[in-house]
């Protein structure tokens, strides 16, 4: 079965932290990975995406994911958050074998000043 | 995003019939309606690629989506049920649906069933 499981429905971290949202998948082969944010009254945006090669991949604003086959997993971190980073995150599997997609919950990031 | 407009941006309907519409700006061949409830993540209902539907999730048959080109979306809703209050976003990508690309996404509607 494919699926995405994003563990934490929420994160509360102070501005200037570190911050580590947690991604874990199924799926029996090499899938196409995302992250999207999604800012309040807004459309998804990526953030970045993983395909194949180097497991560490940047994404926009200062973010950047790393892949672990062995895991399973698409952890997103960010060295030093923002008031602004606060929205909520999806990870997002999308499947070579049939192109369909799948979305994890999302976990939604409050950041404290 | 002004890449991928939707009109309108609020729509509040007893049971009454309305269109939701969708054009995107970005030359993409396939183009998505999503569903997202609150606080939930976004449900597939129907992807056009070329004009043509290929993927038509379980949705009640109430939603009638329509393709005029490959850049307009439309989505008819006939008498509309309190379940169907939710943020109707349209989406494109380039190629077709594949596994590889990324979405974009519109700001979305957000329709209030009274």
């Known amino acids: 079965a494919q699926s995405v499981t994003q563990p934490d429905a929420r994160v509360t971290v102070s501005e200037g932290a570190s911050l580590q949202l947690r991604c874990k998948y199924s799926y029996s082969g090499t899938p196409y990975l995302f992250w999207y944010v999604q800012y309040p009254r807004q459309g998804l945006q990526l953030l970045l995406k993983y395909y194949s090669g180097d497991p560490v991949v940047q994404g926009v604003n200062g973010f950047e994911a790393e892949f672990s086959k062995s895991n399973s997993s698409f952890h997103l971190r960010k060295a030093s958050v923002h008031w602004s980073d606060s929205a909520v995150y999806f990870c997002?599997?999308?499947?070579?074998?049939?192109?369909?997609?799948?979305f994890g919950d999302g976990t939604q990031l409050v950041v404290k000043p | 995003n002004t890449k991928i407009t939707q009109s309108p941006r609020y729509l509040i309907l007893g049971r009454a019939n309305k269109s939701l519409e969708c054009e995107q700006h970005?030359?993409?061949?396939?183009m998505y309606w999503y569903k997202q409830s609150a606080e939930k993540p976004p449900e597939l209902m129907f992807l056009?690629?070329?004009?043509?539907?290929?993927r038509n999730e379980t949705v009640p048959s109430r939603f009638i989506p329509e393709c005029p080109d490959s850049s307009k979306l439309l989505l008819h809703i006939s008498a509309v049920d309190p379940e169907d209050s939710a943020v109707y976003f349209c989406?494109?990508?380039?190629?077709?649906?594949?596994?590889?690309?990324?979405?974009?996404f519109g700001h979305g509607t957000k329709l209030s069933v009274l």
């Open positions: 970005l030359g993409h061949n396939a």
């Open positions: 056009y690629n070329l004009k043509q539907l290929i």
């Open positions: 989406a494109s990508s380039p190629h077709g649906g594949l596994s590889n690309e990324r979405l974009f």
């Open positions: 997002v599997l999308s499947a070579r074998s049939n192109n369909r997609i799948f």
